[in-house]
């Protein structure tokens, strides 16, 4: 069996979450149900950023503990994923002391054992929306550009990483692809970074300006950088840090990650940062990164004042869980930003989904339901319709190109749909019975591919489209095998405007 661990980054627990959060776990569920069904051993890990300065101000601003606000937007963000048929293993909280902390510590004990950390004085500007330090060049008119706000020039000691160190090696494993970054756009990207110099970075903060977060080992006066202990969580869930017997075992067998699914937001941290650390403690790198783009809406980032901010669960209970997965898995090109509206959601949902796929299993399931008595018994040998080529939905799938993925098995629906109308099995079921048969046959292997392909992504409406043809719901359909059809409700109503 082989093993694949799949984490995604974790968000940040100072607010509850949005439409906004949504691709990063749902993209490492389907990747996560694909290879499940693909037989291998699969680790899916998701979880919450909960320490540093942001979170501090968020809860006194509510006249809250950081505790209570991290334990109500994690738990916030559990319910999201409920809400999305999103099936994790695991789910780590970086505030949690047993668990997360330990190795977090560990990490810090390493890169200082390799001697990467050093003491120094440094005076840069950290942005709190960031959480984090940045330049001049990020700057327009004084503010940063993407928090529209002045950044804090902060003066002080703090104990560095050697990250310059790592650079070369790091380079080397993305241009072999021993670390594989995809797309190939951001590859690009932070190559280019990377050959531009990795500098040092800061990686502790005086514990007298925020007293939440991970003390550094044997300095009680600093706390470690958000990020960096943040990091260390994909591997401190699966024992790292831990000194027990089956905590090892655990780390051997899931680490390095197979795949780890992060936004654009996150290349330079996973993909330069992160994989520093990892060398300076001596831990292999994960083998894939996948980024994605942004979620927008109606056109714009989604922000508190442009008054964009969609929870989760209202689209979901007004779509229904499939239909919000659909949209999003092909409405957003894995690799780019791509816009959240409800017209453009319904126009999938009528088009895609009620009119396509939901239209095609009605058709077929009156059709064997009226004219042979509701059952059909298979024999592959009746079947004309050409088999259904996979090759290119496994590659795109590979590729994490989800949005072709399903646009694969839309081609299905399309060639299904016209060969019903052009067969017209409600005149061959009276002029001829034979092609009839023909017809309806090579119809219930086509829907049976289709919901087979579809599972990853709409595992409930594969589980309904088994349902209602008396599908097994195996891989291949056994010669002889009867569909008894169980026609049940519309798969998709349409939506009326
Ligand atoms: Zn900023």
Request: aromatic letters at 10%; glycine letters at 14%.
């Given at each position: 069996m082989k093993k694949f661990y799949i984490t995604t980054s974790i968000p940040y627990a100072n607010a509850a979450s949005h439409v906004?959060?949504?691709l990063d776990p749902l993209i490492a569920d389907v990747l996560s149900r694909y290879h499940r069904i693909k037989g291998d051993e699969v680790r899916f890990l998701v979880g919450t950023d909960e320490h540093g300065a942001k979170i501090v101000r968020k809860a006194e601003e509510v006249g809250k503990t950081p505790q209570q606000l991290v334990d109500e937007n994690s738990a916030n963000f559990r319910e999201m994923h409920k809400l999305l048929n999103i099936k994790w293993d695991d789910f780590i909280r970086t505030s949690d002391q047993k668990r997360h902390w330990p190795g977090a510590q560990k990490m810090w004990k390493e890169l200082k054992e390799a001697g990467d950390i050093y003491w120094k004085k440094y005076k840069g500007l950290y942005c709190v929306g960031h959480e984090a330090f940045i330049t001049e060049k990020d700057l327009v008119n004084g503010k940063c550009q993407d928090h529209q706000k002045k950044p804090e020039v902060v003066n002080e000691e703090n104990w560095f990483f050697?990250?310059?160190?790592?650079s070369k090696q790091i380079e080397d494993a993305i241009v072999s692809d021993k670390m594989k970054v995809m797309p190939e756009s951001r590859k690009n990207e932070i190559l280019s970074f990377i050959r531009g110099g990795l500098e040092d970075i800061s990686i502790s903060r005086p514990r007298?300006?925020?007293?939440w977060g991970v003390p550094v080992p044997d300095d009680p006066t600093q706390l470690m950088y958000v990020w960096l202990e943040a990091l260390t969580s994909y591997l401190s869930s699966i024992?790292?840090?831990?000194?027990?017997d089956q905590s090892k075992k655990l780390l051997s067998k899931w680490w390095p990650a197979d795949a780890q699914i992060v936004g654009k937001d996150n290349l330079r941290f996973h993909a330069a940062i992160f994989p520093g650390m990892l060398l300076s403690a001596g831990l292999e790198l994960p083998k894939e990164i996948f980024i994605h783009g942004f979620v927008n809406v109606d056109g714009q980032k989604i922000s508190k004042t442009v008054g964009n901010v969609i929870a989760p669960g209202v689209v979901v209970d007004k779509y229904g869980v499939d239909p919000v997965r659909y949209f999003f898995l092909r409405e957003f090109p894995s690799q780019d930003d791509g816009d959240f509206s409800y017209k453009k959601l319904e126009e999938r949902h009528n088009g895609d989904l009620a009119n396509g796929l939901g239209n095609l299993v009605q058709r077929v399931a009156i059709l064997i339901d009226d004219k042979m008595g509701g059952e059909l018994i298979y024999e592959?040998?009746?079947?004309k319709t050409k088999s259904v080529k996979l090759e290119t939905y496994h590659q795109a799938i590979e590729e994490c190109k989800l949005h072709d993925a399903l646009g694969e098995i839309w081609k299905l629906v399309a060639e299904a749909n016209q060969y019903i109308d052009e067969r017209k099995p409600w005149v061959e079921a009276k002029e001829n019975p034979e092609g009839f048969l023909e017809t309806m046959t090579g119809l219930i292997y086509m829907i049976h591919q289709i919901s087979w392909l579809l599972q990853p992504f709409m595992p409930g409406t594969s589980e309904r489209i088994f349902k209602m043809m008396g599908d097994s719901g195996s891989k291949e359909i056994q010669d002889n095998h009867k569909f008894i059809i169980n026609k049940g409700e519309v798969l998709f109503p349409r939506l009326n405007k």
């Open positions: 906004g959060h949504i050697r990250l310059s160190k790592y007298k300006d925020i007293s024992g790292y840090g831990q000194e027990d592959n040998e009746k079947r």
